[in-house]
């Protein structure tokens, strides 16, 4: 069974750091994209970032570059989100995800086939 399983959320003041893990299990993910994203209460889920199979290409969405920074270790099968200077209004479950068929990363949702269950990010103003 394909598993993809989020971890480091939590609760932080504003200004302060979290890093999240997706590990994947089940099936290596070395040679895809993979990406997070997030969903507020009452918003839309939306793209946060993505990164190539390689690590060598990166999204992001425009409202975290310079603050959020994603990449992967093929070798463990897991991709992280590094989240530093957050804002409240980066507060939203954020979910990790995988696209099995593409090696290229994606800002658009369908093409990511395999999703976590999401790890909540508490933002305190």
């Known amino acids: 069974q394909v598993q993809l399983v989020e971890s480091g959320g939590g609760l932080v003041q504003a200004g302060g750091s979290l890093r999240l893990s997706c590990a994947a299990s089940g099936r290596t993910f070395s040679n895809n994209a993979m990406a997070w994203f997030r969903q507020a209460p009452g918003k839309e889920r939306e793209f946060v970032a993505a990164i190539s199979w390689t690590g060598g290409t990166t999204y992001y969405t425009d409202s975290v570059k310079g603050r959020f920074t994603i990449s992967r270790d093929n070798a463990k099968n897991t991709v992280y989100l590094q989240m530093n200077s957050l804002k409240p209004d980066d507060t939203a479950a954020y979910y990790c995800?995988?696209?099995?068929?593409?090696?290229?990363?994606?800002?658009?949702?369908?093409?990511?086939?395999?999703w976590g269950q999401g790890t909540q990010v508490t933002v305190s103003s």
């Open positions: 995800a995988a696209n099995s068929k593409s090696g290229s990363g994606s800002q658009r949702k369908d093409p990511y086939d395999y």
